[in-house]
């Protein structure tokens, strides 16, 4: 899995960020011992429906694994990503995996 370049960890403002056609996505994290915390992600409405959140999720992923980071979601659309796709369950905090059935 690479990482998508048009993606970027803006570490200071705790979110990665995609802009398209103006628009700009979020995912919004917490840092945490060992990981980072998911808590929200946020898809303007004119860019619904075009997998963005998905996209991201797939990149933060990645990035995460890069940096041998566990993720701990507390986003309901990471929780849901995260419950279709269970050969992520690896990088899930154990307690967060037990929680999500993964």
Known sequence: ??????????????RYELTVDGETAVVIYNP?????LITETIVPVPL?????ASRMAKHVLADLKAKDLLILPTCPFFSSYLKKH??????????????LGL
């Open 86 to 99: 269970p050969e992520y369950a690896d990088q899930v905090h154990p307690t967060y995996r037990a929680m």
């Open 1 to 14: 899995m690479s990482l998508d370049p048009e993606i970027r960890d803006n570490e200071e403002a705790k």
């Open 48 to 52: 619904e429906g075009r997998g963005i």
């Open 32 to 36: 945490v011992a060992g990981g980072r």
